[in-house]
């Protein structure tokens, strides 16, 4: 846990819930019957991952005061994430959430409580001040007001000349009112720097029928500088300032466990942004994670040593970069 007065590389802001995903490998929550708990919520995850690639990172979720709370509590400091930021509220309870597990996208169903009650009043301006890199997800603003959370959270960031990233992770499941939820993403993009939408993302906010090239310019369009568009075994193409500049490519990898798997790309990249890499080769580290996580069951190991990573990187990489560069 960093002190007050040391920099966060990466504030993560909105859910921050308790996973219960099935002992069953299934692609529907019917099949499943018994279930373990873990720490859960894309901000957290996020949090925890950073962590454990030896950045500072830091949570600003609400959460009940009762024994999930307590336990989401204990989880991040047990990481190494910063919890000063943490509202745990007596008023309500920790959203629960139940979620398959599957080498594909999990099905899941949500029981929302107190993350969506983060208040605009309640984002520190210390924490966003302190901060390199603040982070939210679209499932934190499907409600408020933790919503006008985030916004209050990204203008303050703006204004403070920080890195925005925003996860476009949206759920009809989770935010039914399509038409409100593309007024309030587009909005929401007006500050934004780094996005990272998957293939699936991209089809639940535009439409389908788009190529990869047409929803990166969407997303250009909306105010991101850097689009990381993510494909699965197609690999992911890197794209600055309305060009795209690399396609990384996937690398066969027995999957045990995809639960979580965009949580650990996410903290990757924007760990290796922070040391100054470019675009494309943060996306070559974030992919060597996010190969670790599907090759995993669970969580990753407490500490993934970065140096190891960025050393096999160099002396891997070179010949796949040059094939990988566009224009």
């Given at each position: 846990?960093?002190?007050?007065?040391?920099?966060?590389?990466?504030?993560?802001?909105?859910?921050?819930?308790?996973?219960?995903?099935?002992?069953?490998?299934?692609?529907?929550?019917?099949?499943?019957?018994?279930?373990?708990?873990?720490?859960?919520?894309?901000?957290?995850?996020?949090?925890?991952?950073?962590?454990?690639?030896?950045?500072?990172?830091?949570?600003?979720?609400?959460?009940?005061?009762?024994?999930?709370?307590?336990?989401?509590?204990?989880?991040?400091?047990?990481?190494?994430?910063?919890?000063?930021?943490?509202?745990?509220?007596?008023?309500?309870?920790?959203?629960?959430?139940?979620?398959?597990?599957?080498?594909?996208?999990?099905?899941?169903?949500?029981?929302?409580?107190?993350?969506?009650?983060?208040?605009?009043?309640?984002?520190?301006?210390?924490?966003?001040?302190?901060?390199?890199?603040?982070?939210?997800?679209?499932?934190?603003?499907?409600?408020?007001?933790?919503?006008?959370?985030?916004?209050?959270?990204?203008?303050?960031?703006?204004?403070?000349?920080?890195?925005?990233?925003?996860?476009?992770?949206?759920?009809?499941?989770?935010?039914?009112?399509?038409?409100?939820?593309?007024?309030?993403?587009?909005?929401?993009?007006?500050?934004?720097?780094?996005?990272?939408?998957?293939?699936?993302?991209?089809?639940?906010?535009f439409g389908p029928d788009y190529k990869p090239?047409?929803?990166?310019?969407?997303?250009?369009?909306?105010?991101?500088?850097?689009?990381?568009?993510?494909?699965?075994?197609?690999?992911?193409?890197?794209?600055?300032?309305?060009r795209v500049t690399a396609h990384v490519p996937?690398?066969?990898?027995?999957?045990?466990?995809?639960?979580?798997?965009?949580?650990?790309?996410?903290?990757?990249?924007?760990?290796?942004?922070?040391?100054?890499?470019?675009?494309?080769?943060?996306?070559?580290?974030?992919?060597?994670?996010?190969?670790?996580?599907?090759?995993?069951?669970?969580?990753?190991?407490?500490?993934?040593?970065?140096?190891?990573?960025?050393?096999?990187?160099?002396?891997?990489?070179?010949?796949?970069?040059?094939?990988?560069?566009?224009?």
């Open positions: 846990m960093v002190s007050e007065t040391e920099p966060i590389d990466v504030l993560t802001i909105g859910e921050m819930v308790v996973d219960f995903i099935s002992d069953e490998k299934t692609d529907t929550l019917s099949n499943a019957s018994t279930f373990r708990r873990h720490l859960g919520g894309s901000p957290a995850n996020i949090a925890v991952y950073v962590s454990k690639l030896g950045g500072a990172s830091a949570v600003i979720a609400k959460t009940g005061i009762g024994a999930f709370g307590t336990f989401l509590k204990d989880e991040l400091q047990r990481h190494g994430v910063t919890t000063d930021y943490l509202l745990m509220d007596h008023r309500t309870h920790t959203t629960v959430i139940f979620v398959s597990s599957t080498s594909a996208t999990p099905d899941f169903e949500e029981f929302r409580s107190g993350d969506y009650l983060l208040r605009p009043e309640e984002i520190s301006e210390e924490a966003i001040s302190r901060a390199r890199v603040v982070h939210a997800s679209t499932f934190a603003l499907s409600c408020e007001p933790c919503r006008s959370a985030v916004m209050e959270a990204f203008r303050k960031a703006r204004e403070m000349d920080k890195i925005v990233s925003l996860d476009p992770n949206y759920s009809r499941k989770i935010w039914p009112d399509y038409k409100e939820a593309k007024r309030v993403i587009r909005e929401a993009y007006r500050y934004v720097d780094v996005t990272k939408p998957s293939a699936d993302d991209a089809r639940r906010v090239e047409q929803y990166i310019e969407m997303f250009h369009d909306l105010g991101a500088e850097v689009v990381v568009f993510t494909m699965g075994e197609e690999g992911n193409l890197v794209s600055e300032n309305g996937a690398r066969p990898v027995e999957v045990v466990d995809a639960t979580g798997a965009g949580d650990a790309f996410w903290a990757g990249f924007l760990t290796a942004t922070l040391d100054g890499n470019s675009a494309e080769d943060s996306v070559l580290f974030a992919r060597e994670i996010v190969e670790r996580k599907l090759a995993t069951k669970g969580p990753l190991p407490s500490e993934i040593d970065r140096k190891e990573i960025y050393r096999r990187l160099q002396e891997s990489q070179p010949e796949e970069k040059k094939a990988g560069r566009r224009g």
